[in-house]
Nanobody, 126 residues
Framework: QVQLVESGGGLVQAGGSLRLSCAAS????????MGWFRQAPGKEREFVAA????????LYTDSVKGRFTISRDNAKNTVYLQMNSLKPEDTAVYYC???????????????????WGQGTQVTVSS
């Protein structure tokens, strides 16, 4: 079983930045596609970004392109989400997720991720 622990959330003013981290347990992190999702109050969980286990390719939802950057450090079993130019509509609980199936494509579908963290709150004030 893989455990994922997010950190780095908080309260920030619009236009500010935050960096989220997600630390994974286990020795197979480097073979997981990793994703970030978010869920705002009263809304469904939505895809934010993903990074592949091989080649480091990335995928973003349109609303965060050019503002958010996903990266990973396999030596530290950690995936990051650098969030710049934050907007009030980015307010949500952010979750990291791991897809253990060594897919050669990145998925936006939460059902294709096997492990989830507990989430970290990001609040952007206007």
């Amino acid at each position: 079983q893989v455990q994922l622990v997010e950190s780095g959330g908080g309260l920030v003013q619009a236009g500010g930045s935050l960096r989220l981290s997600c630390a994974a347990s286990g020795r197979t992190f480097s073979t997981y596609n990793m994703g970030w999702f978010r869920q705002a109050p009263g809304k469904e969980r939505e895809f934010v970004a993903a990074i592949s286990w091989i080649g480091g390719s990335t995928l973003y939802t349109d609303s965060v392109k050019g503002r958010f950057t996903i990266s990973r450090d396999n030596a530290k079993n950690t995936v990051y989400l650098q969030m710049n130019s934050l907007k009030p509509e980015d307010t949500a609980v952010y979750y990291c997720a791991a897809d253990r199936r060594r897919r050669l494509f990145l998925s936006r579908n939460s059902h294709e991720y096997d492990y989830w963290g507990q989430g970290t709150q990001v609040t952007v004030s206007s």
